[in-house]
């Protein structure tokens, strides 16, 4: 590392641990600290993706498959991007195991969670899916589809208020997920085209 990167990475992580802990400490509220430790995780989202799951079968039938593969493809890019690649290779401690964040982290769970912290995991798996769903539903949900963008916000937003990552984990996870969601979408979208609901699809491909 040059000298000129390591003073830019210095710079960079003093700002990341000082929004960290505007975050972390001072924007907060009770009912956040009820809400975003549930918020964050998986099990809390199980209703959602069952919604999901009847949703397509009942009215994307064969279509639903592929766009389901296509899904699962994304989160295995996300989540292996983030935590094989970017976390084994930085290997950046999470603020609640940071020795200079020492008795400043306000830890929201019942203990620190294991692994690295760059990039987060939660920030590229959401978002990717989030891009994934912006791109294939826009005649299944229309505008209303970037809600999922504004769920992935706020799970991803939670990781940094619960004290288990810092803002940069979740800026830049974010981005792999975004860049990977695209990708894949872009894939699914030149092959199959948009999704629409199995009435549609059939008239589509009469003569």
């Known amino acids: 590392m ?32 009820g809400i975003l430790p549930w918020w964050r995780e998986a099990n809390a989202w199980v209703p959602l993706y069952l919604f999901l799951v009847v949703f397509g ?8 498959w592929l766009w389901l593969l296509f899904i699962i493809i ?10 094989t690649l970017f976390k084994k ?34 920030a590229a798996n ?9 791109a294939t539903t826009r005649q299944v949900f229309g505008k209303a589809r970037y809600l999922f963008l504004l769920w992935a916000a706020t799970i991803s937003y939670g990781q940094v208020y619960v004290g288990v990552h810092f803002p940069l984990d979740i800026v830049c996870g974010a981005l792999l997920g975004a860049a990977l969601g695209w990708l ?13 609901p199995a009435e549609e699809a059939a008239a589509a491909h009469k003569p």
Request: some cysteine; charged content about 20%.
């Open 2 to 33: 040059t000298l000129l990167s390591q003073s830019l990475w210095q710079w960079l992580e003093k700002i990341d641990k000082w929004l960290f802990l505007k975050i972390n400490t001072e924007w907060t509220s009770g009912l956040l600290d």
């Open 89 to 122: 290779t930085f290997m950046r401690l999470r603020p609640c195991a940071d020795d200079t964040l020492l008795g400043q982290v306000r830890l929201l769970l019942n203990h620190c969670s294991g692994g690295f912290s760059f990039t987060s995991s939660h």
């Open 57 to 64: 079968l009942l009215n994307f039938r064969k279509q639903f």
């Open 184 to 196: 894949t979408s872009s894939v699914y979208l030149r092959r199959f085209g948009e999704l629409k």
């Open 74 to 83: 994304t989160l295995v890019f996300t989540d292996q991007m983030s935590s």
């Open 126 to 134: 959401h978002v990717g899916f989030a891009v994934f769903l912006i």
